[in-house]
């Protein structure tokens, strides 16, 4: 799932690419994709891109006249810029992986595409962001929140801290990969407690994040929106890269995976040697 690192990264581009650009047609080749209706499609034909923003691991496209469109790429979703389209011929409604195509007036344009059959990646077309339910309820950046409000946020939420990090509610923008470099990166067990934390382990955790995030976001910047994928993997350490030696002291990175999802962590950097059992198999061991 693409996370604050990409999104940054693709708002960027978009910037360089198609601020100044005027829309010439935006399709919706997947119905299901456009969670709006009113205004419609249409409504963006002639308007210029005068900016592109994230809000957590929302992409914002800006028009000109207030108009947005808000796209959550979900797990299998991206962007893919293209400059130039091989056919002028409107996009057959669910045909294919595109969802949506916003296509410029110089010929080029991008497509939102989702791989795969679950298909959750949502595109609002409104005149404020915030009209967007998930928008609407995003907790602060993490990249720009002090220590005092990410302590407050991390301590609003009693849970394990792996859990607490990827609310969007507590901290808009930190997904799965991430949050399990922030903890390995603040020599944290992903079973921690928020509310056994001390001062000196959330001020860890803060700057983890902080210097994670924006380490991330600065390889990513420049880079073009197929290269993103690749990047975001040849900078984590323990993420995606269970059985391989962690980077930092050499121990095996081990796994815990759960019905959906997994996360991945080094037992000596995160807790004290200690193997983590999984949790649909034992106990768990903090």
């Not at 207030?66 to 130039?84: I, P």
């Not at 057959?92 to 296509?103: S, T």
């Not at 922030?182 to 860890?204: C, E, F, G, N, W």
């Amino acid at each position: 799932m693409p996370e604050l690192p990409e999104v940054e990264a693709l708002a960027g581009y978009l910037r360089q690419r198609a601020v100044g650009r005027r829309v010439d047609r935006l399709e919706v080749a997947a119905i299901s994709a456009l969670k709006t209706y009113d205004p419609p499609p249409t409504a963006a034909t002639g308007r210029t891109v005068v900016d592109a923003r994230r809000h957590g691991k929302f992409l914002d496209v800006v028009f000109d006249g207030d108009l947005h469109l808000v796209v959550h790429l979900a797990r299998a979703g991206w962007l893919h810029y293209r400059e130039a389209f091989p056919s002028a011929t409107p996009l057959r409604p669910g045909k294919g992986p595109i969802a949506v195509r916003v296509r410029l007036d110089d010929g080029s344009g991008f497509d939102l595409t989702e791989a795969g059959t679950q298909k959750k990646l949502a595109a609002y077309l409104v005149t404020d962001p915030t009209a967007v339910p998930g928008v609407a309820k995003l907790g602060p950046d993490p990249l720009t929140a002090d220590l005092p409000t990410f302590t407050e946020r991390l301590r609003s939420r009693r849970g394990r801290v792996k859990l607490v990090l990827t609310d969007q509610a507590v901290l808009a923008g930190v997904g799965n990969a991430y949050s399990d470099e922030i903890l390995h990166a603040a020599k944290l067990s992903p079973y921690a407690l928020t509310d056994r934390l001390t001062d000196d382990q959330l001020a860890a955790l803060h700057a983890a994040t902080r210097q994670v995030l924006g380490d991330a976001v600065a390889r990513s910047l420049g880079q073009r929106a197929a290269e993103l994928k690749g990047e975001k993997r040849s900078g984590l350490k323990v993420h995606a890269r269970t059985g391989l030696p962690c980077p930092v002291c050499g121990d095996t990175v081990r796994e815990v995976s759960f019905s959906d999802s997994s996360l991945q962590y080094c037992p000596t950097c995160q807790t004290g040697g200690k193997p983590l059992a999984d949790r649909r198999l034992s106990r768990l061991v903090r």
